[in-house]
């Protein structure tokens, strides 16, 4: 069983550090519980920054049903949603 489709048996949101999971033609939001993803690139200096940013916009939106549809890709600077 592939991680997407275990996450989807659980009804969990997917967390991840593969891009692979920011390709919405593979893997389109609107089929999933919600994809995050996070760009970290061959930078792993820049984890704490990232898992920061993605903490804080979780405290932001801790209803599920805000990530269910959509892709969330967290980078440094900024974390971008896609549906």
Known sequence: M???A????LGAILLSLNGDFADIV???PGRFGG???LQIRDHP???PILLDRLLLYLAAH????HYRGKLFLVE????????
């Not at 275990?6 to 048996?9: D, G, N």
């Not at 440094?76 to 549906?83: G, I, T, W, Y």
């Open 2 to 4: 592939t991680v997407i």
């Open 6 to 9: 275990r996450a989807q048996e």
């Open 26 to 28: 593979a893997y389109p």
């Open 35 to 37: 994809i995050v993803g």
């Open 45 to 47: 200096e820049v984890t």
């Open 62 to 65: 801790p209803d599920q049903q």
């Open 76 to 83: 440094v600077h900024r974390l971008r949603v896609r549906e």
